[in-house]
T-cell receptor, first 115, second 112 residues
């Protein structure tokens, strides 16, 4: 069963506008959330993260919002640039084993920023 | 310098064969992982490993086994390959059990 869901497989945005990527999760044990960016033929690269004790984290043009009650998080990119075109994966971390953490990924949203 | 490197990048093989995928990281991390990305683009954890603990996803067939000669390497061995094993396999590493993991570029395995 898929515990992290990204219901929009694709998103197109004009350059300079805001991109909003959404993610929902079902497991209340998740305590840390991450966004990864992936270009073709490359591995996912870490972008930004947020702990469950916060509701917002900002890093330059990227902001992640967390709504724990709704089990929802979103990634905002402002302003969007053509180089942001990639697949974005939402991931959530849950403790497993003794001190271990595993990441559970969504299926990704392909963002296309149109020049 | 590539932080997490996997070889080979592409692997085409026949059903029933045994194959290995190598992973090396030069980040000084002590925890490594293997993920499988299936045809639906779903990235799923297979193994988590450091020198103290191996955690195996219960859905992974025992034909798959991780082998770690040292902290910088975690190789994936697959016995008796099946058509359903065709996927992209990603290696990752982290410092301890920290949440942020760093990924290799992936190995695309095609079983014919």
């Amino acid at each position: 069963d898929q515990q992290v869901k990204q219901n929009s497989p694709s998103l197109s945005v004009q350059e300079g506008r805001i991109s909003i990527l959404n993610c929902d999760y079902t497991n209340s044990m998740f305590d840390y959330f991450l966004w990864y960016k992936k270009y073709p033929a490359e591995g996912p690269t870490f972008l930004i993260s947020i702990s469950s004790i916060k509701d917002k984290n900002e890093d330059g043009r990227f902001t992640v919002f967390l709504n724990k009650s709704a089990k929802h998080l979103s990634l905002h990119i402002v302003p969007s640039q053509p180089g942001d075109s990639a697949v974005y994966f939402c991931a959530a971390s849950a403790p497993v084993g003794t001190g271990a953490n595993n990441l559970f990924f969504g299926t990704g949203t392909r963002l296309t920023v149109i020049p | 310098d590539t932080a997490v490197s996997q070889t080979p990048k592409y692997l085409v093989t026949q059903m029933g064969n045994d194959k290995s995928i190598k992973c090396e990281q030069n980040l000084g991390h002590d925890t490594m992982y293997w993920y499988k990305q299936d045809s639906k683009k779903f990235l799923k954890i297979m193994f988590s490993y450091n020198n103290k603990e191996l955690i195996i996803n219960e859905t992974v067939p025992n034909r798959f086994s991780p082998k770690s000669p040292d902290k910088a390497h975690l190789n994936l061995h697959i016995n008796s390959l099946e058509l359903g094993d065709s996927a992209v396999y990603f290696c990752a590493s982290s410092h301890g059990w920290e949440n942020i993991q760093y990924f290799g570029a992936g190995t695309r395995l095609s079983v014919l």
